[in-house]
């Protein structure tokens, strides 16, 4: 067994590494900047800097400004290295250390959750990490849109022509599920209810999870509902308005969080837009 350990144990790859600090910078400095800044931001030697910078091109991921300049532009390429990374991947990923933190303040665990079709997607927990968690295994685990927190939040605050796709969904299903989402007096309450509240509320209405409650918080981006966070606790340990009272300003605190990263990851992506639509201009009008 030490053995097996020991040869899949590697050295990280120093020139990996410096190439990709090197792509990094260029991404922060607006996509483009001469060896000489390369250089001194990075901390590596100039003939280093050089160096990958001719490899990076030759692999087709930057490129010479012009003929005529020392500067060295990011290509469209780059924009590979994250086609596979959807919006719901990045948000879980900046939601990880806000979740962290705030198990800290609230011990109770918190669930970040997107939506999948016709329910919730768990994508980031603290379940595996707080003390008074019943479940650990919380990643990848769908649920319900009418009887969870997550869900009820998330039908509440998305923009109505969402919320109608996503109940159409649910009327097509021959369950209980369905047929609460056919009864339209019952979806009418439910969205006054929680708009009302300013947040999703479940108390032991699941029928698979009796024992637990929840309170959840839409996070969005303008009108755009993108996740919902959510804090589970063992209901016989509070009422809802105890749970709200005592933890909402921190959920509210921890998706201001969340909402404020993603704004700052839009600003940052906008030099590539500016750099998609210069590439696109360059195959129109070709320079002769």
């Known amino acids: 067994m030490a053995q ?7 050295k990280s790859v120093r020139g990996l590494i ?11 400095a607006n996509g483009s900047a001469a060896i000489s800044q390369i250089s001194q931001e ?8 050089r ?10 991921y930057i490129k010479r400004h012009n003929s005529e300049d020392s500067l060295y532009q990011l290509t469209l390429k780059v924009r590979e290295l994250s086609e596979g990374f959807r919006d719901d991947q990045w948000i879980s990923s900046m939601a990880s250390p806000v979740l962290g933190s705030l198990l800290q303040k609230v011990h109770w665990p918190t669930d970040l959750c997107t939506l999948d079709g016709d329910a919730m997607l768990v994508r980031e927990t603290t379940h595996k990490f707080s003390r ?11 649920l319900p ?25 649910l009327r097509a299903r021959e369950d209980e599920e369905g047929a609460l989402a056919r009864d339209a007096s019952y979806i009418r309450r439910l969205i006054e209810h929680t708009r009302k509240a ?19 918080l839409p996070v969005t981006n303008g009108q755009q509902v993108m996740a919902c966070l959510s804090l589970v606790y063992v209901a016989k340990a509070m009422s809802i308005p105890d749970a709200a009272r005592r933890y909402l300003p ?27 639509e210069a590439d696109q201009m360059e195959y129109v009008h070709p320079v002769h």
């Open 42 to 49: 990075t901390g590596l030697h100039r003939t280093t800097v």
């Open 18 to 28: 410096r190439g990709l600090s090197v792509l990094h910078y260029l991404s922060r």
């Open 198 to 216: 300013g947040y999703g509320e479940n108390y032991a209405h699941w029928q698979s999870e009796k024992r637990i409650a929840a309170i959840a």
């Open 145 to 169: 849109m009418l009887y969870t927190s997550v869900g009820r939040a998330y039908l509440s605050f998305c923009p109505d022509q969402e919320r109608e796709a996503i109940l159409d969904l």
């Open 250 to 276: 921190m959920l509210k605190d921890a998706v201001s969080q969340i909402e404020s990263s993603w704004k700052e990851f839009e600003t940052g992506n906008s030099s590539n837009k500016l750099l998609l």
């Open 132 to 142: 008074l968690s019943f479940n650990s295994a919380m990643i990848g685990r769908r």
């Open 51 to 60: 160096r990958l910078l001719e490899t990076l091109q030759q692999e087709g």
């Open 4 to 10: 097996e350990e020991k040869e899949t144990e590697y």
